[in-house]
Nanobody, 129 residues
């Protein structure tokens, strides 16, 4: 069993930065696809960024070079550095991981599927204009 805990959310003004962290507690012995999602009230969940099992990093188009995802395998931490935040980035951000690959796909873009893996409870990001 693996538990994911996200931290680092908060309230910032437009143009500000936040660094989100996802700590994985438990025994991780296989390769995982790990990623960040977000969901705003009344909107569908959307993938933000992910690290695939082969180490490839993929960002959503709306990230526009503003966010950076990184992983510390020794500490089992997945980070998301967010800069140039916009009010449209306001959402609940959560991390997820899936063993051996990502299977939650939309139009060929695949993120971790918590039905076959794990998901945290999320951390709120609020960006004011």
């Amino acid at each position: 069993q693996v538990n994911l805990v996200e931290t680092g959310g908060g309230s910032v003004q437009a143009g500000g930065s936040l660094r989100l962290s996802c700590q994985a507690y438990g025994k991780i012995v296989a390769s995982y696809c790990m990623g960040w999602f977000r969901q705003a009230p009344g909107k569908e969940r959307e993938g933000v960024a992910r690290i695939e099992t082969d180490g490839a990093i993929v960002y959503a188009d709306f990230v526009k070079d503003r966010f950076s995802i990184s992983q510390d395998k020794e500490k089992n931490i997945l980070d998301l550095q967010m800069t140039s935040l916009e009010p449209e980035d306001t959402a609940l951000y959560f991390c997820a991981m899936e063993r051996m690959g990502c299977t939650r796909c939309r139009d060929g873009d695949c993120y971790p599927n918590e039905d076959f893996g794990y998901r945290g409870q999320g951390t709120q990001v609020t960006v004011s204009s």
